[in-house]
């Protein structure tokens, strides 16, 4: 299947109706450059006419499978990038990505097998561009030096991997009932595993706060945090279970992580994929 | 001192499904036993009704049964729960010596989050049943025999045993879950759970591929654990640290 067909699955309408609408998606997505806006937009799904897509409503494991595909095929290729790109200090920054890397490639080929075990066709891994269009240089391709370079590689492994536990728990819902359910649960935790240790990697906590993306994190950044402030759980202000710190509100949101929608993963995902 | 705590193995299930958690020092409980030991003064042997006409027989209605289905689940989290939040309260209330501000930050936002966990559980439930408090798990007691909490090594032990054995459970619960909004809290839950597992991993071996090590996640499919309510409660049974005792008969 073709992943540009299949993301535009998970695409509303309005997202991608026109040129001003994919404009207002990028400025939702915070401070890319116009040039970024420019280059990086994944035109091809904005070219796809909707309707012909119309029928699916991307609300069935496989497609939930899809999307989990499409997130590990950035992730893999990420990390494999940066683990050749010498940017990586020795040490500890470079055992946790050697951990990360070989845990994607193994989702990939996880989700590609039970995929076809399903008797679907794997969407094919979409080409990516870490540099979102010349704004990031990660890789220190283009020379924006060692420091800045790995500044970047950590602050977009945390907003994958931050991305990642949302998107899977997102999908749970449409895997009830299905076998895949289970090991979705577990990729999900691995990922979270994951996004703790990038993010004490950065000095950060390794739980969200509110919807805070956390310090040296680019405004583009803020789409993988935006909900995560939300106290409401199964009905229930959980603040208001007690007056002592472990109902405050940072503790309150760290407790709980949220899920992303297909449609806000697609987003944030699609920022990455060239076609 | 021990290295796990709590192991966390998968266990045989026993011939007649009941799946008693261990009093401490006392093995397996028996129905006899039990009825000895309901001097309990929390609430705990209270009858256990359940909405589903034909459930497995409850031997010993002194006893809380989980229950049955969504109930089971958030019964069982709400057990799993209560545990974490009373072992990290006595962790905060008297620190080990010596401990460093990072680790001081983390114990404290676990024993934070715990806390609000176990409590949202307790009133999701309570409005899950109408107000029924026969079916709402009691407030357990807890005895930690002879860890130290004054000991870095045995409380960052037990804190990541517990902390990876609470994403195995939730992990392996979810397909019990037949509610859609139960199995996102669920989902939201677990996955703060592994935060913590992650970070408690790495103040035990910093540096280290430990925060997703492969003794956790399997090499070749990059999966965490899952394991089955039977095979957690018996692993956490063997610790002795629960000593009000439940069964969890309408679970697998």
């Known amino acids: 299947m073709d992943i540009i067909k299949f993301l535009d699955r998970f695409t509303n309408e309005s997202l991608l109706d026109s040129k001003s609408t994919r404009r207002d998606m990028f400025g939702a997505l915070g401070s890319f450059s116009k ?232 987003a944030i995902a699609s920022l990455f994929i060239v076609e | 001192m021990k290295k796990n705590i709590v192991r966390v193995e998968p266990v045989k299930k026993s011939t007649n499904r009941r799946q008693f958690l261990r009093l401490g020092g006392m093995g397996v409980v028996g129905a006899g036993l039990l009825v000895a030991c309901s001097n309990d003064d929390n609430g705990a042997m209270t009858p256990s009704p359940t909405p589903d006409p034909d459930p497995e027989p409850n031997p010993d209605p002194m006893v809380f049964d989980l229950g049955e289905g969504d109930l089971g689940v958030l019964n069982y989290a709400y057990a799993l729960e209560q545990l974490e939040a009373d072992f990290y309260t006595k962790v905060v209330n008297s620190f080990y010596g010596n401990i460093s501000d990072e680790e001081m930050q983390v114990l404290t936002d676990l024993y934070y989050h715990e806390v609000n966990h176990r409590d949202f559980f307790k009133a999701a439930i309570t409005a899950a049943v109408d107000g029924n408090a026969n079916l709402v798990l009691p407030t357990l007691e807890f005895d930690y025999g002879g860890l130290d909490f004054g000991n870095r090594e045995q409380v960052l032990t037990t804190a990541s045993v517990l902390e990876d054995t609470g994403v195995a459970a939730y992990n392996g619960a979810g397909r019990l879950i037949t509610d859609p909004g139960y199995l996102l809290l669920a989902g939201k839950i677990v996955s703060v759970e592994a935060r913590h597992a992650s970070a408690i991993r790495t103040l035990l071996n910093p540096g280290s591929a430990d925060f997703a090590g492969d003794d956790y996640v399997t090499t070749d499919t990059g999966l965490s654990a899952a394991l089955d309510p039977s095979a957690i409660l018996a692993a956490v049974g063997a610790t002795g640290f629960i000593t009000t005792p439940f069964t969890a008969n309408n679970l697998p």
Do not use: C
């Not at chain 1, 704004?135 to 931050?162: R, S």
């Not at chain 1, 950060?204 to 789409?223: C, F, H, S, V, Y």
């Open chain 1, 35 to 266: 040039k970024a806006a420019l280059s990086a937009i994944p035109f091809g799904l904005a070219t796809m006419p909707n309707k012909t897509y119309a029928q699916e409503s991307g609300n069935d494991p496989v497609s939930a499978l899809q999307l989990a595909l499409t997130l590990e095929y950035l992730e893999d290729e990420f990390y494999d990038l940066a683990l050749q790109s010498g940017v990586l200090p020795s040490g500890r920054p470079e055992t946790v990505y050697m951990q990360i890397s070989k845990h994607e490639q193994a989702h990939v080929d996880f989700l590609r097998a039970g995929l076809e075990g399903a008797g679907a066709t794997p969407v094919e891994k979409p080409t990516f561009d870490f540099t979102v269009g010349g704004t990031f240089d990660p890789f220190n391709e283009n020379g924006v030096g060692q420091e800045t370079a790995y500044a970047q590689l950590l602050a977009l492994a945390q907003a994958f991997e931050d991305t990642g536990v949302r998107a899977y728990k997102g999908q749970a819902g449409n895997l009830l009932g299905s076998d895949f359910l289970t090991p979705a649960l577990q990729i999900h935790a691995v990922e979270a595993m994951h996004a703790s240790e990038i993010r004490r990697l950065r000095t950060l906590k390794g739980w969200i706060t509110g919807n805070e993306r956390g310090d040296g994190m680019p405004e583009a950044t803020q789409a993988v945090y935006n909900g995560e402030e939300n106290v409401i759980q199964g009905g229930l202000d959980v603040t208001t279970l007690g007056s002592d710190e472990p109902f405050s509100m940072e503790a309150s949101t760290e407790a709980y992580d949220e899920p992303l929608s297909g449609d806000d993963a697609v």
